[in-house]
């Protein structure tokens, strides 16, 4: 047992204090560690009384809950004396700032506007905290699955970091799906989970859920607070890890922690996020510019990490003569009006770019990861073909196919060099016919796009939207037939595209279109969803009413699960189980306060679309989609008589 002065491994109770037990853990006397010790002992003998004592599975960021203070944690994981328990003053009485304030302060410090979550009792510090100050905003959702994708759509849109907030126990679990989607789609988010007090672990405590073993797999960097001198450190830790990373930082914070006193200040910006973007290396550029120059059929596929490389991308497609694919979460790079850019590939996209993909001769691959959504499941691609792929991350590059050249480097920059060390003179490609198949192409897509008809055909809903949004307009996406049909057929003007690409999660637009209208509120805000995906978030109705946001929300609602109609027909099988009880959405938004209208015949649709977007409310348009209408014949000919 541990006698007075015993050497601590893990070190003091503050910066630069001592290294014995009792520094670390002040307020304690030598013969209250070692009872401690002596009940540890004990329980370890009947660990049928706390099996969670000697329970590796439960680890914490200093190792296994349960494990050896000597060698794993600190005790004040474990024991906090009373006089470390500050109650705040509502009275007006002076108190030392806490925990919660420094997490805060120090969030704020380092760029974070916006924490996306639900109360709970484990959190009551961490967002008392927030709401006496004024650069870190608290935003009440409805549950915590939507806190998570909100600050994960306003990660995909502004390139910063959001944190979402959750309580212990189910509040984090219920993060986990938004949680996935930020870390599929590689963008930064911090994630804050309250915990039980670190004197009830292993007492099957209200809520008690081993947290960090929660996050583990998907995280960045994952940690939780055990003493107040840590909190600026980890909370700033976070948000680098966060940001330097590209994924989602997770601090888990202890109820009793948050109100300790912790009289620290936090850690300044300057000199910490403060790194430039690379290059990608000479004789790597020198290499690629070579393979464009002599190819013959040479392509550029422009993915997520590609936007804000418009104009070098651009430049380069023109030097080269090359046509330009983008994706669905990059859709609006490119506007439809440019003549060198042909759509989609893969999932959402249409025949022409598919086409081409498997046409060219040498791809040059910017920001893309190549997924199976992109590359029509994984069949667009082939071994024949020379690959050039640029990507910020270097895991990305080689990764799924082999590629002639890797460049590891920003987008833009990267593109800038490459296309300065291009040969002078003309293209000399043999893309001779682009212009006519894109033509072609459009002839398709407006067969049904200009049909008025009822039940209203999704490519009519998709081209009012299209006529009615302005070029800077914010378009959130559901996963599901509301998606296939705007990627495919929507033809952007400079737009931006919310959507959860990798993951694919139902119920992520309304979220993201309530954290695009908080991030841009001068911009036009729409989330497109479908009866089935709004299903999935509508109480987020009331959060974006709560905060009178100018959301509009048009659902495609064709009663039925559309996608997985598809899915079923593509197998061989009758759809089953697909079908939806009919369900006014418009009365449903009233309802929760905000404004809503069912649109039934296509003449009204453009003139509700318009109303909408004047109101600059929440406001929900209904649209009576023909269930009929399918993946498979959405560029078919049209059959019905108009009427």
């Known amino acids: 047992l541990p006698r007075a002065g015993t050497p601590c ?15 670390a853990l002040p307020g304690f006397e030598s013969e209250q560690l070692r009872l401690w010790f002596c009940w540890r002992a004990a329980a370890r003998q009947q660990n049928h009384r706390h099996p ?48 919660s304030q420094v997490i805060v302060e120090q969030l704020g410090e380092w760029g974070i506007e916006y924490a996306f979550g639900v109360m709970g009792a484990s959190i009551l510090g961490l967002v008392d905290a927030i709401r006496r100050q004024d ?91 055990e003493t107040p001198p840590q909190a600026p450190l980890l909370a700033a830790g976070a948000v680098h890890a966060a940001m330097s990373r590209r994924g989602v930082a997770h601090l888990s914070v ?24 690379p290059v990608a ?16 059929r040479p392509l550029i596929l422009a993915g997520g990490g590609a936007l804000g490389a418009r104009e070098p991308l651009l430049e ?34 249409t025949p022409l770019a598919d086409s081409l993909m498997r046409e060219a001769d040498t791809i040059l691959v910017v920001g893309c990861s190549l997924s199976q959504n992109t590359t029509g499941d994984w069949h667009l691609i082939s071994p024949g073909q020379q690959l050039i792929q640029i990507d910020i991350d270097p895991g990305k590059i080689g990764r799924l196919f082999p590629v002639e050249v890797g460049l590891w480097g920003d987008a833009a920059a990267t593109l800038r060099h490459l296309t300065a060390s291009l040969p ?39 081209r009012a939207l299209q006529e009615t949004l302005p070029a800077d307009a914010i378009i959130a996406l559901d996963t599901g037939d509301n998606a296939f049909f705007m990627c495919q057929q929507y033809q952007p003007k400079g737009e ?58 048009v659902c495609f609602n064709n009663a039925r699960l559309g996608m997985i109609d598809s899915e079923e027909e593509q197998a061989g099988m009758v759809p089953f189980f697909t079908e939806r009880p009919p369900m006014n959405f418009a009365s449903v938004a009233q309802a929760c306060g905000a404004q809503g209208v069912r649109v039934e015949e296509p003449g009204a649709l453009e003139a509700a679309l318009h109303r909408a977007m004047a109101t600059r409310q929440p406001f929900v348009v209904d649209v009576a989609i023909d269930p009929l209408e399918r993946q498979k014949t959405a560029l078919e000919p049209a059959r019905e008589v108009v009427v």
Not at 281 to 296: D, F, H, N, P, Y
């Open 424 to 462: 002078e003179g003309r293209p000399r490609t043999s893309w001779s016919d682009l212009t006519s198949r894109k033509l072609e192409m459009l002839a398709l897509i407006d067969q049904k796009a200009g049909l008025r008809v009822s039940p209203i055909k999704p490519q009519f809903a998709v």
């Open 52 to 99: 969670g004592l000697s329970s590796p599975s439960r680890r914490t960021a200093c190792g296994s809950r349960g494990s050896p203070p000597s060698t794993h944690r600190p005790l004040a994981r474990i024991l906090l004396h009373p006089s470390q328990h500050p109650v705040s003053n509502e009275e007006g009485g002076t108190v030392a700032r806490n925990v």
């Open 135 to 225: 650069r870190v905003r608290f935003v009440a959702t409805q549950n915590e699955q939507a806190a998570a994708f909100a600050a994960s759509a306003y990660a995909k849109l502004t390139g910063m970091p959001a944190a979402c907030i959750a309580p212990a126990g189910p509040g984090a679990t219920s993060l986990m799906t938004g949680i996935y989607d930020a870390a599929s789609d590689e963008v930064p988010l911090v994630a804050i989970t309250g915990d039980v007090r670190r004197t009830w672990e292993h007492e099957n405590a209200w809520h008690e859920i081993d947290e960090l073993a929660l996050f583990e797999p998907i995280s960045v960097f994952n940690a939780q607070i």
């Open 496 to 553: 931006r595209f919310l959507i959860s690409y990798h993951l694919g999660s139902t119920g992520f637009a309304l979220p993201a279109a309530i954290a695009a209208a908080l991030a841009s509120p001068e911009r036009q805000t729409v989330a497109v969803v479908g009866d089935g995906g709004l299903s999935f978030s509508l109480g987020e109705l009331i959060t974006a009413v709560h905060y009178s946001l100018p959301i509009t929300v």
């Open 281 to 296: 290396a000479e004789e790597g550029v020198r290499q690629a510019a070579r393979l464009l120059s002599t190819a013959t």
């Open 9 to 23: 491994p893990l070190g003091g109770g503050e910066r630069g204090g001592g290294n014995t037990w009792q520094s």
């Open 316 to 349: 380069l497609a023109h030097r080269l003569g090359a046509p330009i694919l983008t994706t669905c979460r990059s859709k609006g790079l490119i506007p439809a009006s440019e003549p060198l850019y042909m759509g989609i590939p893969g999932f959402g996209g």
């Open 254 to 277: 202890p109820i009793d922690l948050q109100m300790a006193e912790a009289d620290i200040e936090p850690i300044p910006l300057h000199g910490h996020l403060a790194w430039t973007m």
